[in-house]
């Protein structure tokens, strides 16, 4: 491969870092005891590179994101020949431009016929700003103003904005946005390895489902505007419903009339080895939010898609809803999508996810005789694998995540990226890895758990 950032100096590269650059979902202290950042300089396929020369493993696609791999010169040729045709126009004001229809057009084609229109953002955390929005003043349009509560999961992870930080579940974020915004509420997440105790998955996931009922009836029903769920929810840990959940959160909805947003930031564009997460869980989402995996993360872009009974009203009474960002259905990222849409479909990428779901779970399970592995679970190529001190009782080491930023660093140093969401290591690899590197993925895990459980090994039960 060509690289084309050549004599780097990457000891000025940390200086400058150090120096200038204010991380996001960075602790700052031990940035700096651990003597700067670890520059990424390049990468191909599912391997990156860092500026010590260090070829990794990325078992994560980034943040969850390149899924159709690094390194595909097709997306950058149609960056290049958008910039040089438009750079840039906007989408206010009844203007469009060629990619941002084609994509609209494109995005719509993959989803169940009731979604026709979408709306574009630039991030994750921007399209659920945008649906808490506009959820709210749907809702007034409707004649019901009173429909403004929105409820989610505990850990759930719908972005940083301050809304999309309310919208979730982290405590952290919460405590550190100040006041919490009105409206915002949040059930138990449908986590059995947690919470199941003796129950049975199936008979746990009714359970979980029948704690957004409770809620509801708290509210009052014709408070409650929407529920907001991940298919699967990733930075909680890849945290995988049972198969009743779902269906019966569905159910509940329905009875009392309120929406349901999927957030499909991490699973839409065949990260569970379906288009959307919605179709591996079986429910029908009103509402559904995505980002990451529609550029595979080569440029910044999210849409929204809204179901045509929500649309109609706004077609039917005008009116505008008062929201828009800039770069909403930029031509340069619309086209880069569109083009990472056809490489998905042309190279059957979701199939091969589905194809490559058995090995991928195969390699976790087998990681389970492990002393320090409690579990192991997976879809498609999303998985995650529990650390724990006892394996029959199920029991963490502690809450503070401690053990699994050890697990995460020896990850790191093996070769492999692997993310650590408290004590639950995480991967979703992107979609062209192949059963080798899927076992390779397997090997440099098992070294990273052996010298994880030498650290903590007085811990353990
Ligand atoms: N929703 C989900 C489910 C996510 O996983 C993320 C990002 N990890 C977001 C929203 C926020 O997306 P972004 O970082 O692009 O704002």
């Known amino acids: ?43 191909d396929g599912v391997y990156i590179w860092d500026g010590k020369g260090n070829k990794i493993l990325d078992g994560m696609s980034g943040l969850w994101c390149v899924n159709i791999g690094y390194g595909r010169k ?10 040089l045709d438009l750079p840039y126009y906007n989408t206010f ?21 009731r979604f026709q229109h979408i709306f574009f953002t630039n991030s994750g955390s921007e399209g659920n700003d945008t649906i808490v929005r506009w959820v709210r003043h749907y809702w007034k349009v409707m004649g019901k103003p ?42 138990q997440q449908p986590y059995w390895y947690d919470f199941g105790g003796d129950k049975t998955p199936e008979e746990f996931g009714l359970e979980a489902a029948a704690e957004l009922e409770k809620k509801i009836l708290e509210l009052g029903p014709d408070n409650v505007a929407a ?61 559904i939010n995505m980002a990451k995996g529609l550029s595979s993360g080569y440029l910044p872009i999210g849409a929204i898609a809204f179901s045509e009974e929500l649309i109609k009203p706004f077609f039917d009474k005008g009116g505008e809803f008062y929201h828009g960002m800039t770069y909403d259905g930029h031509p340069v990222a619309s086209a880069v999508a569109l083009k990472n849409i056809e490489i998905i479909q042309n190279e059957k990428l979701v199939e091969r996810v589905a194809e490559l779901a058995p090995h991928f779970n195969a390699m976790l399970k087998k990681l389970e005789d492990h002393p320090i592995v409690g579990e192991t679970r997976s879809v498609g ?12 009782k199920r029991e963490r ?34 979609f062209c890895i192949t059963e080798k590197e899927i076992d390779e993925i397997g090997k440099l895990a098992r070294q990273a758990l052996d010298k994880t459980y030498a650290d903590v090994k007085a811990e353990v039960a």
């Not at 190529?381 to 029959?392: F, Q, V, Y």
């Not at 020896?410 to 995480?426: E, K, P, Q, S, Y």
Request: proline share 5%.
């Open 1 to 43: 491969m060509t690289v084309h950032q050549k004599n780097l100096n990457i000891e000025e590269i940390v200086k400058a870092d150090i120096a200038h650059h204010f991380h996001p979902f960075t602790d700052h202290k031990s940035f700096h005891a651990a003597g700067g950042p670890r520059v990424i300089t390049h990468g």
């Open 74 to 83: 097709e997306l950058a040729e149609v960056a290049y020949r958008q910039m």
């Open 93 to 113: 004001f009844k203007t469009t431009t060629v990619p941002a229809t084609e994509l609209a057009s494109k995005i719509s084609s993959l989803l169940p016929r």
């Open 146 to 187: 009173y429909r403004q509560h929105i409820i989610g999961r505990r850990r759930g992870y719908h972005g940083s904005t301050w809304v999309a930080a309310n919208l979730g579940g982290m405590v952290g974020m919460h405590e550190q946005g100040g006041t919490q915004l009105p409206g915002f509420h949040h059930i």
């Open 227 to 287: 529920f907001i769920g991940e298919p699967i929810q990733g930075a909680a840990g890849v945290l995988i419903p049972p198969s009743t959940y779902w269906p019966e959160v569905q159910k509940i909805c329905r009875k009392y009339g309120i929406l349901i947003i999927s957030d499909e930031v991490i699973c839409g564009f065949g990260r569970t080895g379906k288009w959307f997460g919605f179709e591996q869980f079986g429910y029908q989402p009103d509402i």
């Open 381 to 392: 190529l999303i998985g995650a694998l529990e650390l724990t001190r006892n394996k029959a």
């Open 397 to 430: 080491f502690n809450e503070s995540g401690r053990v699994g930023t050890i697990c995460r660093d020896h990850c790191f140093n093996a070769g492999l990226i692997m993310r650590a969401c408290w004590d639950t290591m995480v991967l979703a690899p992107p």
